[in-house]
């Protein structure tokens, strides 16, 4: 069941009745061996990279190699002179979706000496209000106004602080770290009404969409299909002062469709691929896709838990290849909880995506949110953000919605991974999201439901400084905040080799209050937390952290 989820973000499938019968298939995904005698070479990228896309390989030491090749076009004449119709390519996954009319067509095609094999990703889509397909339902929650809250930043933020502080992402608005020079695709099902409404009024004024492709129908028509993707590009990319302001208003964005909401087969997965593919082409920084794959209308095609491995699905491989090239991806990890599936889909499973649940206005987990871990064992959601109750804009008004689901976490937190990045841009993807992941609330102590919790972006903004600033050789310890500190404060430390770290909290009196140790690998970092510490008199503190190699001193004040 695909996990596009507008308003309740549930999307149901009705009884098939009168067309139960499977339509038969007519596209295919056909597997070419190799890349034999291609014009395109690894040194000479700029005839099928662009500048942006290769510069950003250049600031991660990602080398160009056999995978960044495109298609063998050669191959590709020879299919289609086969009478077929290319649908779509994927040089990372090396092969077409084509589209046949016969059986004898797709032998003629599987005979030819290039040619690895062939398999079924789905019939032509059925037209839509058939009574056979799916419905979505209405919003669950509608809010066109929303509460009044009070505003701690330059920015007016309306009733969408409470997700974005739940991140401390005001703590990077503040500090003027708002997407600029970042660019974010946006795979999804469509962007109905965003070239008109108010809410992207400054993204047009300001050139910041880039552009776009409907990977389904084969044309750049993407303002059309659907109001999912709208709704998920406002908590990025939205401002209107009083109503919402996205996580990355100052971000470029390239609006890309590759879910077709008509139907569901493994197509649309080669159609993730081909767009992911496209966003690394332009030199995307970050993807945000709020889609997910588990089951589909050919039940021949079914993914199962064991598919969920991290690395098998087409949309996990594609998205784990799209990681490999320097991209940060984010994924909504999926609102199947309470569904006999029940488990992340794909590609919220790939090894390197940071998937994210959903939690309330009250960091309390959302019973909908899908549930992990991976079927390796990976800790899946790796985070969580606000998608209960979630401010979007409302595709029919110049107003607000509240709204349900794991579709408006993912971006939500994706804006906010782009402003950090903005903040550090010599930082590779993996480091900016694993210090994401360390930042996170429940960081030591993951689970199933929010995996290492509510991330925290001024805590992961502070870590990233210190990695940044690290010399080679030295351990390095940041600031602990907070300063004056309440019940707890945190802190980040760098580990230049394997070692414990011990640290102690003192009085003025020399008397050790608390005392804690942990294990550090090489060349890591950790986020923490010294907790329930509210029964300590007011005053003043001296936290000592003792490594191999040095000992930090940090004075720190009891309120």
Same mark, same amino acid.
């Given at each position: 069941?695909?996990?596009?989820?507008?308003?309740?973000?549930?999307?149901?499938?009705?009884?098939?009745?009168?067309?139960?019968?499977?339509?038969?298939?007519?596209?295919?995904?056909?597997?070419?061996?190799?890349?034999?005698?291609?014009?395109?070479?690894?040194?000479?990228?700029?005839?099928?990279?662009?500048?942006?896309?290769?510069?950003?390989?250049?600031?991660?030491?990602?080398?160009?190699?056999?995978?960044?090749?495109?298609?063998?076009?050669?191959? =590709?004449?020879?299919?289609?002179?086969?009478?077929?119709?290319?649908?779509?390519?994927?040089?990372?996954?090396?092969? @077409?979706?084509?589209?046949?009319?016969?059986?004898?067509?797709?032998?003629?095609? &599987?005979?030819?000496?290039?040619?690895?094999?062939?398999?079924?990703?789905?019939?032509?889509?059925?037209?839509?209000?058939?009574?056979?397909?799916?419905?979505?339902?209405?919003?669950?929650? &509608?809010?066109?106004?929303?509460?009044?809250?009070?505003?701690?930043?330059?920015?007016?933020?309306?009733?969408?602080?409470?997700?974005?502080?739940?991140?401390?992402?005001?703590?990077?608005?503040?500090?003027?770290?708002?997407?600029?020079?970042?660019?974010?695709?946006?795979?999804?099902?469509?962007?109905?009404?965003?070239?008109?409404?108010?809410?992207?009024?400054?993204?047009?004024?300001?050139?910041?969409?880039?552009?776009?492709?409907?990977?389904?129908?084969?044309?750049?028509?993407?303002?059309?299909?659907?109001?999912?993707?709208?709704? =998920?590009?406002?908590?990025?990319?939205?401002?209107?002062?009083?109503?919402?302001?996205?996580?990355?208003?100052?971000?470029?964005?390239?609006?890309?469709?590759?879910?077709? @909401?008509?139907?569901?087969? =493994?197509?649309?997965?080669?159609?993730?691929?081909?767009?992911?593919?496209?966003?690394?082409?332009?030199?995307?920084?970050?993807?945000?896709?709020?889609?997910?794959?588990?089951?589909?209308?050919?039940?021949? &095609?079914?993914?199962?838990?064991?598919?969920?491995?991290?690395?098998?699905?087409?949309?996990?491989?594609?998205?784990?290849?799209?990681?490999?090239?320097?991209?940060?991806?984010?994924?909504?990890?999926?609102?199947?909880?309470?569904?006999?599936?029940?488990?992340?889909?794909?590609?919220?499973?790939?090894?390197?995506?940071?998937?994210?649940?959903?939690?309330?206005?009250?960091? =309390?987990?959302?019973?909908?949110?899908?549930?992990?871990?991976?079927?390796?064992?990976?800790?899946?959601?790796?985070?969580?953000?606000?998608?209960?109750?979630?401010?979007?804009?409302?595709?029919?008004?110049?107003?607000?919605?509240?709204?349900?689901?794991?579709?408006?976490?993912?971006?939500?937190?994706?804006?906010?991974?782009?402003?950090?990045?903005?903040?550090?841009?010599?930082?590779?993807?993996?480091?900016?999201?694993?210090?994401? &992941?360390?930042?996170?609330?429940?960081?030591?102590?993951?689970?199933?439901?929010?995996?290492?919790?509510?991330?925290?972006?001024?805590?992961?903004?502070?870590?990233?400084?210190?990695?940044?600033?690290?010399?080679?050789?030295?351990?390095?310890?940041?600031?602990?905040?907070?300063?004056?500190?309440?019940?707890?404060?945190?802190?980040?430390?760098?580990?230049?080799?394997?070692?414990?770290?011990?640290?102690?909290?003192?009085?003025?009196?020399?008397?050790?209050?608390?005392?804690?140790?942990?294990?550090?690998?090489?060349?890591?970092?950790?986020?923490?937390?010294?907790?329930?510490?509210?029964?300590?008199?007011?005053?003043?503190?001296?936290?000592?952290?003792?490594?191999?190699?040095? @000992?930090?001193?940090?004075?720190?004040?009891?309120?």
């Amino acid at each position: 069941m695909k996990h596009i989820f507008c308003a309740l973000l549930f999307i149901l499938l009705l009884p098939f009745g009168a067309i139960s019968q499977a339509t038969a298939p007519s596209r295919y995904w056909i597997q070419f061996k190799d890349k034999n005698n291609s014009p395109y070479t690894v040194t000479n990228p700029l005839a099928y990279l662009s500048p942006r896309a290769i510069q950003r390989r250049l600031n991660q030491s990602i080398p160009v190699v056999y995978s960044d090749l495109p298609v063998n076009q050669r191959y =590709v004449d020879s299919v289609m002179a086969k009478g077929a119709h290319i649908h779509s390519r994927s040089k990372w996954l090396n092969g @077409v979706v084509v589209q046949v009319s016969s059986a004898a067509m797709l032998a003629s095609i &599987e005979s030819l000496p290039f040619v690895a094999g062939s398999k079924a990703v789905g019939a032509l889509a059925r037209p839509v209000n058939t009574g056979s397909g799916k419905l979505l339902l209405p919003p669950a929650n &509608e809010d066109k106004h929303g509460p009044a809250l009070p505003l701690p930043s330059s920015l007016n933020y309306g009733p969408s602080l409470n997700q974005i502080s739940m991140l401390q992402g005001v703590c990077l608005h503040d500090q003027g770290f708002q997407g600029q020079g970042m660019v974010i695709a946006v795979l999804d099902a469509g962007f109905q009404h965003a070239d008109t409404l108010h809410v992207f009024d400054s993204l047009r004024a300001n050139h910041q969409l880039l552009g776009g492709w409907n990977f389904v129908d084969e044309d750049d028509s993407v303002y059309k299909k659907h109001i999912h993707g709208t709704a =998920v590009l406002s908590d990025m990319g939205g401002n209107m002062p009083g109503q919402i302001i996205g996580t990355a208003p100052k971000a470029q964005y390239w609006l890309l469709i590759t879910e077709d @909401v008509n139907s569901e087969y =493994v197509i649309e997965e080669y159609n993730w691929a081909a767009g992911a593919e496209f966003a690394d082409s332009v030199g995307a920084d970050v993807i945000n896709t709020s889609l997910g794959y588990t089951t589909f209308d050919d039940s021949t &095609e079914n993914h199962t838990y064991m598919d969920m491995n991290g690395h098998t699905a087409p949309a996990s491989r594609a998205a784990n290849f799209a990681s490999n090239k320097g991209i940060a991806v984010v994924c909504a990890a999926g609102n199947l909880a309470q569904a006999p599936w029940r488990h992340i889909g794909t590609p919220a499973d790939a090894d390197s995506v940071l998937a994210v649940g959903s939690v309330n206005a009250s960091e =309390v987990y959302s019973a909908f949110s899908s549930q992990g871990p991976d079927y390796g064992g990976m800790v899946k959601p790796a985070v969580a953000a606000q998608g209960e109750g979630a401010i979007t804009a409302d595709w029919n008004s110049n107003g607000i919605l509240s709204e349900n689901g794991t579709s408006f976490a993912s971006p939500i937190t994706c804006g906010l991974v782009a402003c950090l990045w903005q903040a550090h841009p010599g930082i590779r993807n993996v480091q900016l999201l694993a210090a994401i &992941e360390q930042s996170a609330s429940q960081y030591t102590h993951p689970d199933t439901l929010l995996g290492y919790g509510i991330p925290d972006f001024c805590a992961a903004n502070l870590s990233l400084g210190i990695i940044e600033q690290h010399q080679p050789g030295q351990d390095a310890l940041g600031q602990p905040f907070p300063n004056p500190f309440t019940d707890s404060f945190q802190f980040f430390i760098w580990s230049d080799e394997s070692q414990r770290i011990s640290m102690s909290l003192y009085d003025l009196t020399g008397r050790c209050i608390r005392s804690e140790s942990m294990e550090l690998g090489a060349q890591t970092g950790h986020n923490f937390t010294m907790q329930n510490l509210s029964g300590l008199a007011s005053g003043m503190y001296m936290l000592t952290i003792k490594t191999g190699k040095t @000992v930090f001193a940090k004075k720190m004040i009891k309120e």
